[in-house]
């Protein structure tokens, strides 16, 4: 499936710049061509008018039914027409200084909590833990809403979603977006083959770049899908499309025949938007993506993304106060995920109960054991046939004592100590994740590679 979501962001721009750009008469021509979605079901409204901040959920499609046979053959998109999917899911924080956006990227195999809601069958789907992605198959728009409000703490005020053919046809009318690359990519099944060196990329070109699955892995292709929407906000915002009528004109029409927004999201509700993204400056829209902590828990056989929730508890905490982005903690790589690692914890003192919660939200396998007395420094006995899984305990905590225990298999034995004071963050080495706050008008040849 592609990952074409990321690029979904532009969308919104093109909205905006519907009625700040071609005034009252011409967003009506283009708003007409809009698809709607029944989201929040008419309750609530939305920020707009308060001028306060607003999220959008934007969310990639891998809807075909754009796309002729012969367009499919050329750009290796498949026949898969059995309904919707996304494997890609961003959100999009409008500040209320007026001056800046924020854009998460949010994996699409994340693990949280879906919210019980009515299956497609119209049968009653419990609340169950599982992929972030499956909520829009199980559920559509709605239920995928209500899983990213549920594990962000945030209130979700619109929803955008775009398919293939869409953005194809935005980056063709605006005479293709530029990428750098320091080495070749060569991609057979996404047919991509491109140059290294900076250059400009048509729309066929573009999907196979944004689709492309195996020359990196899913958190190198994010970064690269990012990287690659900036340039395109740059494209879109520069003089050669925003003076030139006929330019910004197929723009337009190429992103709302392939968009589809909530009921909310309305000719008043884009006016009022457009108002508040006029001053938007490209240097202070940034983006990044969740913090992860391993790129390879596996739930109930299946491999899912474990969040760094300490980490991404902070940065959603900085979108609800509507605060610049904060880089992420520095997390150690470690070899062996926490998810791989089991432990056998003595919760003794009363900061015991807080290091299980810890430990299990890091994602390590925990059972509790009868605690005694609190020694004063936290100990674990490992045993050394597991020098690797002792490594990321270790590096998760650095002042605890360790102790070889032969024999003891793989289950090590947790004392908690009354010194202990939290965990140091950790990463599996197979997650690639790169959660740095980037700008939107950073040079593209000032980004890491591809994978990086």
Same mark, same amino acid.
């Given at each position: 499936?592609?990952?074409?979501?990321?690029?979904?962001? !532009?969308?919104?721009?093109?909205?905006?710049?519907?009625?700040? !750009?071609?005034?009252?008469?011409?967003?009506?021509?283009?708003?007409?061509?809009?698809?709607?979605?029944?989201?929040?079901?008419?309750?609530?409204?939305?920020?707009?008018?308060?001028?306060?901040?607003?999220?959008?959920?934007?969310?990639?499609?891998?809807?075909?039914?754009?796309?002729?046979?012969?367009?499919?053959?050329?750009?290796?998109?498949?026949?898969?027409?059995?309904?919707?999917?996304?494997?890609?899911?961003?959100?999009?924080?409008?500040?209320?200084?007026?001056?800046?956006?924020?854009?998460?990227?949010?994996?699409?195999?994340?693990?949280?909590?879906?919210?019980?809601?009515?299956?497609?069958?119209?049968?009653?789907?419990?609340?169950?833990?599982?992929?972030?992605?499956?909520?829009?198959?199980?559920?559509?728009?709605?239920?995928?809403?209500?899983?990213?409000?549920?594990?962000?703490?945030?209130?979700?005020?619109?929803?955008?979603?775009?398919?293939?053919?869409?953005?194809?046809?935005?980056?063709?009318?605006?005479?293709? !977006?530029?990428?750098?690359?320091?080495?070749?990519?060569?991609?057979?099944?996404?047919?991509?083959?491109?140059?290294?060196?900076?250059?400009?990329?048509?729309?066929?070109?573009?999907?196979?770049?944004?689709?492309?699955?195996?020359?990196?892995?899913?958190?190198?292709?994010?970064?690269?899908?990012?990287?690659?929407?900036?340039?395109?906000?740059?494209?879109?915002?520069?003089?050669?499309?925003?003076?030139?009528?006929?330019?910004?004109?197929?723009?337009?029409?190429?992103?709302?025949?392939?968009?589809?927004?909530?009921?909310?999201?309305?000719?008043?509700?884009?006016?009022?938007?457009?108002?508040?993204?006029?001053? !938007?400056?490209?240097?202070?829209?940034?983006?990044?993506?969740?913090?992860?902590?391993?790129?390879?828990?596996?739930?109930?056989?299946?491999?899912?993304?474990?969040?760094?929730?300490?980490?991404?508890?902070?940065?959603?905490?900085?979108?609800?106060?509507?605060?610049?982005?904060?880089?992420?903690?520095?997390?150690?790589?470690?070899?062996?995920?926490?998810?791989?690692?089991?432990?056998?914890?003595?919760?003794?003192?009363?900061?015991?109960?807080?290091?299980?919660?810890?430990?299990?939200?890091?994602?390590?396998?925990?059972?509790?054991?009868?605690?005694?007395?609190?020694?004063?420094?936290?100990?674990?006995?490992?045993?050394?046939?597991?020098?690797?899984?002792?490594?990321?305990?270790?590096?998760?905590?650095?002042?605890?004592?360790?102790?070889?225990?032969?024999?003891?298999?793989?289950?090590?034995?947790?004392?908690?100590?009354?010194?202990?004071?939290?965990?140091?963050?950790?990463?599996?080495?197979?997650?690639?994740?790169?959660?740095?706050?980037?700008?939107?008008?950073?040079?593209?040849?000032?980004?890491?590679?591809?994978?990086?």
């Amino acid at each position: 499936m592609s990952r074409i979501g990321r690029i979904a962001v !532009v969308v919104v721009s093109a909205l905006l710049l519907t009625v700040s !750009v071609t005034g009252w008469a011409a967003s009506e021509r283009y708003l007409s061509g809009l698809s709607t979605v029944d989201v929040f079901g008419g309750l609530g409204g939305s920020s707009v008018w308060t001028g306060g901040p607003t999220n959008v959920l934007v969310v990639g499609s891998d809807d075909r039914s754009g796309l002729s046979g012969h367009e499919r053959r050329r750009l290796n998109a498949g026949y898969d027409d059995y309904g919707r999917h996304t494997d890609t899911i961003l959100l999009v924080h409008l500040g209320s200084d007026l001056g800046g956006a924020s854009i998460i990227s949010i994996p699409r195999d994340s693990l949280v909590t879906i919210p019980a809601h009515t299956g497609p069958d119209g049968e009653a789907v419990p609340e169950h833990e599982g992929k972030i992605n499956s909520a829009f198959s199980s559920g559509g728009p709605a239920v995928t809403v209500d899983t990213v409000e549920q594990a962000t703490g945030l209130t979700v005020d619109h929803y955008v979603e775009i398919d293939f053919a869409g953005f194809l046809r935005m980056v063709d009318a605006v005479g293709g !977006v530029d990428v750098c690359l320091p080495t070749p990519l060569q991609d057979e099944l996404s047919g991509l083959d491109l140059p290294a060196g900076r250059q400009t990329i048509s729309g066929p070109q573009a999907l196979a770049y944004v689709r492309a699955r195996y020359i990196d892995n899913d958190f190198g292709r994010s970064g690269r899908q990012q990287r690659f929407m900036a340039a395109m906000l740059q494209k879109v915002f520069s003089a050669g499309t925003l003076l030139n009528p006929v330019a910004l004109n197929s723009f337009l029409d190429a992103a709302i025949g392939s968009v589809t927004t909530d009921e909310r999201l309305t000719r008043d509700a884009i006016a009022a938007l457009a108002g508040r993204a006029g001053d !938007v400056d490209l240097k202070n829209v940034a983006f990044t993506t969740v913090p992860v902590s391993d790129g390879n828990y596996l739930h109930e056989g299946e491999s899912t993304v474990l969040w760094n929730q300490e980490a991404a508890d902070a940065l959603f905490a900085a979108l609800a106060d509507d605060q610049p982005l904060p880089e992420p903690p520095k997390a150690a790589a470690v070899d062996v995920a926490p998810g791989e690692v089991t432990l056998a914890v003595a919760p003794a003192g009363p900061q015991g109960d807080q290091a299980v919660t810890d430990l299990q939200t890091a994602g390590y396998q925990v059972t509790t054991t009868e605690a005694g007395t609190a020694p004063a420094v936290t100990t674990v006995e490992y045993d050394p046939e597991y020098p690797k899984s002792a490594a990321t305990l270790r590096a998760s905590l650095p002042n605890a004592q360790f102790t070889e225990a032969p024999g003891l298999g793989a289950t090590f034995a947790v004392t908690v100590g009354s010194d202990y004071a939290g965990l140091a963050p950790v990463r599996s080495v197979n997650t690639g994740v790169d959660s740095t706050v980037r700008s939107a008008k950073d040079d593209i040849c000032d980004a890491p590679a591809p994978g990086s």
